[in-house]
């Protein structure tokens, strides 16, 4: 490449061949040999080779850096273009979509509500429907287990619309679907669909069932208000929620109590045991029939709040720690609000929560102290610290039964009632000398 320097107040170019190539594409070849003369400041203007060169290679110069720059510029702007388009999209999606669920939500619903109501597709079906236990499932499973069941139901349900029909979570365990051109009776068909494919899903997957409550209900004319049909489809699901809502056979009522003797199988014997020397420890201290049977009950559920504990603190091999030991006591608050759930274990709720409480004071959850505790539970305190005591774990063996009554025995007073206490010793002494 020629090159220019002053000396002496001259511009020499150097002889040789004169390349000269500029970003962006353009370049410049000539040949210059021969001797050069030098060129004084001042009146190299009047040569026109170098007037010519100089212009061009500035000309180049300006030319390739406008061209850099303008393809820098328009690499930005379709960068920037590209990313507030990918916002926009995701706000507007975020504006009609629960985030949950990926569905559409409340306000894009009530955009479709209004828009088919002054429509032509005539008859419009509305389906209203509530996912059943999700403050249950919230309170003593956790949240995260509650958003599933949310997630599951959802999707069941889609998938078993079609792609014109609208549907949206309108509330934290409500939906509502919009289904055009739809009569009464197909609508009927959409909900038995539903229902159909939820009941499959809990037949493969009894982990964490789902139940619904539905209503429905149909304008038929465009004289007909949806909005009415809606309050209607709603009055009818309430309607249905309170009939069958965590019935005593409804999947979620058999999650909890399952759920217990499934982690372990020797809750089922345990229960049985207890639940027959409860009765029988009742009947000596002449209880009523309907104690006697809260007795037996009590057995067989108390632990139903066990079902949100996790496997690490319920099968732990030894002694719980302190922060163990705080979780695996809320499952008596949790017993107790399943219990009220249930309309069949509505009377015994009382006494789930009451169970672990002391003579003394000293249980929990209430700290609760003699008679201001349920003779039912602190029967069912005693029977089960006895069948406890006399069965392995995984921590210690059994004791044996004279080992077991005296334990029983050294926290009368303490943990248990001594009077009961006292008559549980006597219980015993029959049997042995039988």
């Given at each position: 490449m020629a090159s220019l320097y002053i000396e002496g107040g001259r511009i020499f170019i150097k002889k040789g061949d004169f390349h000269c190539q500029v970003v962006g594409g353009l370049s410049i070849l000539t040949g210059?040999?021969?001797?050069?003369?030098?060129?004084?400041?001042?009146?190299?203007?009047?040569?026109?080779?170098?007037?010519?060169?100089?212009?061009?290679?500035n000309l180049a110069l300006a030319l390739g850096i406008l061209w850099l720059y303008m393809r820098r510029l328009n690499q930005d702007l379709l960068e920037l273009n590209t990313r507030m388009q990918k916002h926009i999209d995701k706000l507007e999606h975020l504006s009609l979509h629960?985030?949950?669920?990926?569905?559409?939500?409340?306000?894009?619903?009530?955009e479709e509500l209004e828009r088919l109501d002054n429509s032509q597709e005539y008859p419009v079906t509305v389906i209203s429907f509530d996912v059943d236990g999700l403050k249950l499932i919230n309170d003593t499973i956790g949240h995260e287990q509650g958003d599933e069941l949310i997630k599951t139901a959802a999707k069941i349900i889609d998938k078993s619309?079609?792609?014109?029909?609208?549907f949206a979570r309108v509330g934290g365990d409500e939906f509502a679907i919009l289904l055009p051109n739809t009569n009464n009776s197909n609508g009927g068909k959409v909900v038995n669909r539903i229902l159909n494919n939820i009941q499959k899903y809990n037949q493969k997957n009894g982990k964490l069932p789902v139940q619904i409550s539905v209503g429905k209900a149909t304008a038929s004319y465009p004289e007909e208000s949806l909005k009415g049909a809606l309050t209607e489809a709603d009055k009818n699901m309430y309607q249905n929620k309170m009939r069958i809502e965590l019935r005593d056979n409804s999947p979620l009522v058999n999650l909890f109590i399952k759920r217990p003797l499934e982690r372990d199988y020797s809750t089922t014997d345990h229960a049985n045991r207890i639940g027959e020397?409860?009765?029988?420890?009742?009947?000596?201290?002449?209880?009523?029939?309907?104690?006697?049977?809260?007795?037996?009950l009590l057995a067989k559920i108390h632990d139903i709040g066990k079902g949100g504990i996790p496997d690490g603190i319920l099968f732990k091999p030894g002694p719980l720690d302190k922060r163990e030991w705080e979780i695996m006591k809320q499952h008596s608050e949790r017993?107790?609000?399943?219990?009220?759930?249930?309309?069949?274990?509505?009377?015994?709720?009382?006494?789930?929560?009451?169970?672990?409480?002391?003579w003394d004071g000293t249980g929990y959850p209430l700290g609760l102290k003699e008679d201001e505790i349920p003779i039912e539970c602190r029967i069912h305190s005693i029977v089960e610290a006895y069948d406890a005591m006399t069965r392995d774990r995984p921590y210690r063996k059994a004791l044996s039964q004279e080992q077991a009554l005296e334990e029983l025995k050294r926290c009368k007073s303490g943990q248990f009632d001594p009077k009961i206490v006292e008559e549980f010793q006597a219980i015993l002494y029959l049997k042995r000398s039988c």
């Open positions: 210059i040999s021969g001797v050069i003369n030098p060129i004084a400041v001042g009146q190299w203007w009047y040569d026109p080779w170098v007037f010519l060169i100089t212009f061009v290679l629960d985030q949950l669920t990926g569905i559409y939500n409340r306000a894009y619903f009530e619309l079609r792609s014109s029909d609208i020397l409860g009765k029988e420890l009742g009947r000596r201290l002449q209880l009523s029939q309907d104690s006697l049977m809260k007795i037996d017993g107790y609000k399943i219990a009220l759930s249930c309309p069949d274990l509505i009377d015994v709720a009382d006494l789930v929560l009451k169970h672990h409480e002391s």
